[in-house]
């Protein structure tokens, strides 16, 4: 067990290594440099640009700025090239607004595509069963943006609230109940659709799962003994077809950083993918170096984690 | 008990060959069938959508800029007396309307079904080659070890192309010659025992060919890949040939997992041990013996993975980092029309509704093919 | 002619008449049980006997109410447990007979034990399904199950999991899970195929001694003729769906009177035929959806004569329960 901890904490400090030179790479490599992304921009003068190479450190070889870069990183000195704010705090704040996202997508997410995946197993082939695969299929397929917009034009002339951005502006006096309500409009629509995808994925990987489980010898076993149906599902099938979904929940850690570029710049909202996107745009190498490196460390700890639960909930498996 | 069997077989089920199989069952599936339909409809849109809004006068022109005719709704019908006849459309009516530039969405969307069949086929096809390459090393040569002086080599080697690509001619001879020097080390050496007694150390083992690649497949799985691509995309210069490799390159690790653990199980089978105790070189087993086992599954998914493709370059084009413009993509005409989504909602809708469709079909074409191929689902 | 034979006790415990069990496919229908008749007297041991594919199996699962309806349909019979009839049964009164009065043991015991339940749990599971009765006493009951079935130190058992047994140990657990309310009757399905040849003696005595310590009967559903010879009172041969001879183990075995029954006997290995090329029988069972019409078994048949392709064979008595599916060898062994 311990052996398994310490192997696999070597394996993935390796793999972050990796990870680190190859985004440094790809970005420094790219042609274009942030000095040069506004040439008409009279701030830029030779001068200009001369100290902003000095300052970061642009002028030395890239291994050095590769280290300059990661020190920076690990001891929070690490500063926006675009207004010299410091990148982690930045992250944070920007972090707290994606979160409640985050955390009602999720919640969404795992509590609807259960009960849909398990029923659809249950009465495959059913009128409910068919009717589900295809919703499944037509939100895999239905292109995130399209869907905000006709969701917009929907809530907006249907309920006749605004939806975009985190909140409705100028509403400082009005009583916390119509802010509370207010804050959760502007909240479901997003979450909606950052759970669609989801939700449809996850209800058909229950569904196989399920059908996968229901057709092996112990359900029949378990019928044999007399169990009724619902515990034959409930209690024998559903139990082995849960072991790879606890893998999975290790695998959600790294939505709270990637979080959704697309819905963000939609509604406005301030949050992760948002700041991404911008920071891609201004070329403002710090942020999006960061946000990459923190999203790898989400993604091992997330698989690590999920190993570890894995270990706990199957029987079979001992180290 | 002395008469012959009158009949020596049994009738059997009626014989079919694999391919009967499969469309045999494929076809019970009707959504599936829908999918195909529509995949191919798509397939001859998009060609003909390509032959005709391009060259010199083309039958729809969809650059056109017509101003005094903007934000037409569908089916309407153009001022003929305001305009200079050249400009307009065939049919005398713009069938889905005109954008705020009086632009003929038809033709916009015919363009953009190009770029979007395009943008799937390739992107996919780059995936699936890198992944059925990558997976197949690993689980045919898996086992064997790399040396040192092997992965100093290609590390020198690669340095000496990046340095080329940076202009340095001179590091870069040197990088390259050293490079050469490693991986012919063993040989040059093998002669003089004292020298390889000190260069012991490079000819150790030091990772197998599988536990590298699958260490790739690890790394790769890290970065966010929307984020990824969008920071890859949005670096380069903007071109859609970008975009394909972009998605192709970031889209591989599934394959290459699939493809290892496919071959790895393969390797163990009798007709693979029967071919190569008949003495059939390596690749001739990869390709002749084991691939047809494995590729049908590969193509299955990448069939899902076309859709996918499809909705990320949308994506893409609606945040501006798409294809270039004055080349029309669904993904940029939603993203043009999303400012005017109350007075002109077809802008919105007609290139939404058609990535829906088309990538609904890829989904549903894919999914039905993968049931009809699954000997498991067979009897469900 | 032989002795007429006396089952132990007079009662039929159960009783399947005209069993048809067919399967839907797209274009066809798998006639998977094609009229199967037979009994099993209270105590006895019963063996029902064919190569694979021949629908012993789909006639076991059809006994409890198991066949996966659609694509399966029970086009016609009864199933007749003393005076209830199975298939007339709601869902709900087969599983008060499901492990109860009838239980089953199936072929590969590490995939019909589930692997994420402890074998304590499994087993008192099945206590606690039929019998309102206290944790203490099922586990009470347990640890005698397994103590019965032969495994050492039950205690300690319970806590595992199916994969950290062996695979005769895994079998013994069925086997206690099968007893655990003291059933009337057990199917066990191809109990042995599965393990060693050791282990297979063993847990076939096993389910002598208990049989004999309890009036209970057993249907053996298999293919090996070894176990058959060893374990039958009565013996049912199958073929594409069909029963085509019964009789006691010794009609069966020294006066077979089916052509395929002959086939069978004369491809088993024995000391008598060493150094003799091992007889097989002709080709293979037909597709239960494309059966030849006449008697299924004419086509692979060195006996078949030009009616067999024709008339469908009824059973000819022998007497003393020795029936065959064969016209023309009775009328051909009457004339001599």
């Known amino acids: ?319 | 008990m002395t008469n012959g069997p009158l009949i020596l077989e049994a009738p059997l089920a009626p014989k079919q060959t694999r391919l009967e199989e499969l469309w045999r069952l494929f076809k019970q599936n009707r959504l599936a069938i829908i999918g195909l339909f529509i995949f191919v409809l798509f397939f001859i849109t998009a060609i003909l959508g390509a032959v005709l809004t391009s060259g010199r006068d083309p039958l729809f022109d969809p650059a056109l800029i017509r101003l005094q005719e903007k934000l037409l709704p569908p089916l309407s019908r153009p001022h003929v007396d305001a305009l200079p006849p050249q400009e307009v459309p065939t049919f005398g009516r713009y069938l889905f309307g005109t954008d705020d530039l009086g632009r003929d969405v038809f033709s916009r969307m015919l363009q953009g079904a190009w770029v979007s069949l395009t943008v799937g086929f390739v992107a996919v096809g780059i995936s699936v080659m890198v992944g059925i390459f990558m997976g197949g090393i690993a689980g045919y040569f898996g086992e064997h070890h790399l040396r040192w002086n092997h992965i100093l080599g290609v590390t020198l080697l690669l340095a000496a192309t990046v340095m080329g690509a940076m202009g340095n001619v001179w590091t870069s001879l040197g990088l390259l010659m050293a490079g050469g020097l490693c991986l012919s080390l063993f040989r040059l050496v093998k002669p003089y025992r004292k020298l390889r007694f000190t260069t012991a150390w490079l000819f150790k083992n030091a990772v197998s060919v599988d536990t590298l690649i699958m260490r790739m497949v690890d790394i790769m799985l890290c970065f966010p890949s929307f984020f990824l691509i969008l920071t890859v995309v949005a670096l380069l210069p903007a071109s859609m040939y970008n975009i394909m490799i972009v998605i192709g390159l970031t889209s591989w690790m599934g394959t290459t997992r699939f493809v290892r653990a496919e071959f790895l199980s393969l390797r163990e089978q009798d007709f693979v041990t029967a071919a190569r105790a008949l003495g059939i070189g390596n690749f001739r087993i990869i390709f002749r013996h084991m691939m047809p086992n494995a590729i049908a599954p590969v193509l299955v998914s990448s069939t899902i993975g076309i859709a996918t493709a499809i909705l990320t370059e949308a994506g893409l084009s609606f945040l501006g980092f798409g294809v270039p413009p004055p080349h029309a993509t669904w993904g940029n005409i939603l993203s043009g029309g999303k400012g005017f989504i109350f007075d002109a909602p077809w802008l919105t809708f007609i290139p939404g509704i058609a990535i829906l469709i088309v990538v609904l079909c890829f989904n549903l074409f894919g999914e039905g093919l993968r049931d009809a191929m699954n000997p498991k689902l067979r009897e469900r | 002619m032989e002795e007429a034979y006396a089952p132990p006790h007079k009662d039929t415990l159960l009783l399947v008449e005209d069993l048809r069990v067919h399967f839907r496919g797209h274009d066809h229908v798998a006639r998977a049980v094609d009229g199967v008749s037979f009994d099993v007297h209270t105590g006895e041991t019963v063996c029902l006997v064919g190569e694979s594919g021949c629908g012993k199996t789909v006639t076991a699962l059809a006994i409890l109410g198991l066949v996966p309806i659609p694509p399966g349909v029970i086009a016609s019979g009864k199933i007749r447990l003393r005076d209830t009839n199975l298939l007339t049964l709601t869902e709900e009164g087969l599983q008060d007979i499901r492990g109860n009065q009838i239980s089953m043991v199936f072929q590969e015991p590490l995939t019909a034990l589930n692997p994420v339940f402890t074998i304590g749990d499994q087993i008192m599971e099945a206590i606690q399904v039929h019998e309102k009765v206290s944790e203490n006493e099922r586990r009470r009951r347990c640890i005698g199950l397994l103590t019965d079935v032969g495994i050492p130190s039950p205690e300690a058992r319970l806590k595992d999991y199916p994969h950290q047994l062996s695979g005769g140990q895994r079998q013994r657990v069925m086997v206690a899970m099968a007893l655990a309310c003291h059933p009337a009757l057990i199917i066990a399905d191809e109990p042995t195929t599965a393990l060693d040849v050791t282990v297979q003696a063993q847990i076939l005595n096993l389910m002598k001694s208990i049989q004999h310590a309890s009036a209970m009967s057993v249907l053996y559903i298999t293919h090996d003729l070894g176990v058959v010879s060893t374990v039958a009172d009565r013996v049912y041969v199958m073929y594409a769906g069909l029963i085509v001879e019964q009789g006691t183990r010794d009609q069966v075995f020294q006066h077979p009177r089916h052509p395929y029954t002959r086939g069978l006997l004369a491809s088993l290995p024995s000391r008598s035929k060493r150094g003799k090329r091992l007889y097989s029988i002709p080709g293979s069972v037909p597709n239960p959806a494309f059966k030849p019409k006449g008697c299924p078994f004419h086509p692979r048949c060195s006996a078949a004569i030009a009616e067999c392709a024709v008339d469908f064979p009824g059973m000819c008595d022998y007497g003393h329960g020795h029936l065959s599916r064969c016209p023309p060898v009775y009328s051909r062994e009457r004339q001599e």
């Open chain 1, 1 to 319: 067990m311990f052996s398994f901890i310490g192997r696999s904490i070597i394996q993935k400090t390796v793999t972050l290594f990796f990870v680190s030179v190859i985004s440094f790479l790809i970005i420094h490599l790219a042609p274009g440099e942030p000095s040069q992304v506004d040439p008409m921009n009279p701030k830029f003068t030779p001068e200009m640009v001369e100290r902003f190479r000095q300052e970061f450190h642009l002028n030395e070889p890239l291994y050095t700025q590769y280290l300059l870069f990661y020190q920076d990183l690990f001891t929070g000195k690490i500063v926006s090239w675009k207004d010299n704010q410091p990148v982690l705090a930045k992250i944070w704040e920007r972090f707290l607004n994606s979160l409640p996202l985050f955390i009602v997508g999720t919640l969404l997410t795992w509590t609807l595509s259960f009960p849909v995946g398990i029923r659809s197993a249950i009465f495959r082939g059913g009128i409910y069963d068919r009717s589900a695969t295809f919703f499944a299929y037509l939100l895999i397929s239905i292109p995130g943006f399209f869907f905000a917009y006709v969701l917009i034009i929907f809530v907006v002339t249907v309920f006749h609230v605004p939806v975009i951005g985190m909140e409705t502006f100028g509403m400082g006096a009005a009583s916390w109940p119509h802010l509370f309500m207010d804050r959760v409009w502007h909240l479901l629509l997003p979450s909606v659709l950052g759970a669609t995808g989801g939700i449809a994925v996850l209800s058909r990987y229950v569904r196989s799962q399920m059908l996968e489980v229901e057709g092996q010898d112990y359900v029949r076993t378990a019928r044999a003994k007399g169990l009724a149906p619902d515990q034959v599902h409930y209690k024998h099938a559903l139990r082995n077809a849960l072991l790879p979904f606890v893998t999975m929940f290790g695998l959600i850690l790294p939505g709270l950083i990637g979080g959704s570029v697309i819905i963000e710049s939609i509604f406005s909202w301030p949050g992760m993918g948002r700041m991404a996107y911008e920071a891609i745009l201004a070329r403002d190498y710090p942020i999006i170096l960061t946000v990459n490196f923190l999203s790898a460390v989400l993604v091992l700890i997330g698989t690590f984690v999920s190993d570890l639960l894995y270990l706990m909930v199957d029987p079979r498996i001992r180290l």
